[in-house]
């Protein structure tokens, strides 16, 4: 399991018995300013999977020597595969949201073999027909402090209480 919770202020969920007899455990209620990290190193094969999907065979992403002539360290990883990690902490954590708008800003790029912190802060929570609209400040880090991304996100959420979801990279 690759996330963190931080910051998620524990508050308890009504809970029902299930079938074997035991209560589920209680989950946590998303408040303003709660946020929500996953950790992911990005390899080639994502990089490969990724252009495959795209179509983006840009040679920044293939070719080291390209990259380096153009300014880069090395290879890169495309901006939207690292800014992937958003709708995938807000879903891993809240099945069934609804990804509705997302804002970036890439201020640093990321290299394969890199380790990438994404991570949600929850700014706005608006009830709306029995669903939430939360507005997140997203934003990527990588080697535990250089800023790579950053922008905003909007989600439907089905509810407030965060799963605790194993994620398989």
């Known amino acids: ?65 390209f990259a380096r002539n153009a300014g880069f360290e090395d290879r890169l990883v495309h901006g939207m595969l690292v800014a992937a990690l958003f709708p995938r902490i807000i879903a891993s954590h809240f099945p069934g949201a609804v990804y509705v708008s997302q804002s970036l800003h890439y201020k640093s790029p990321v290299y394969i073999g890199d380790a990438v912190v994404g991570e949600v802060q929850a700014t706005n929570i608006r009830e709306n027909k029995s669903r939430y609209i939360v507005k997140f ?23 407030l209480a965060a799963e605790k979801v194993n994620v398989v990279d």
């Open 1 to 65: 399991m690759r996330m963190l919770i931080r910051s998620l202020v524990s508050s308890s969920v009504p809970c029902t018995r299930n079938f074997s007899g035991t209560a589920p455990p209680p989950r946590q209620v998303l408040k303003t300013g709660d946020t929500l990290r996953q950790t992911r190193i990005f390899t080639n094969e994502d990089v490969t999977e990724y252009s495959k999907a795209s179509h983006d065979s840009n040679p920044l992403h293939f070719d080291s020597e």
């Open 137 to 159: 400040l997203t934003r990527c880090f990588k080697n535990d402090k250089l800023l790579v991304i950053d922008g905003e996100a909007v989600a439907i959420l089905p509810n």
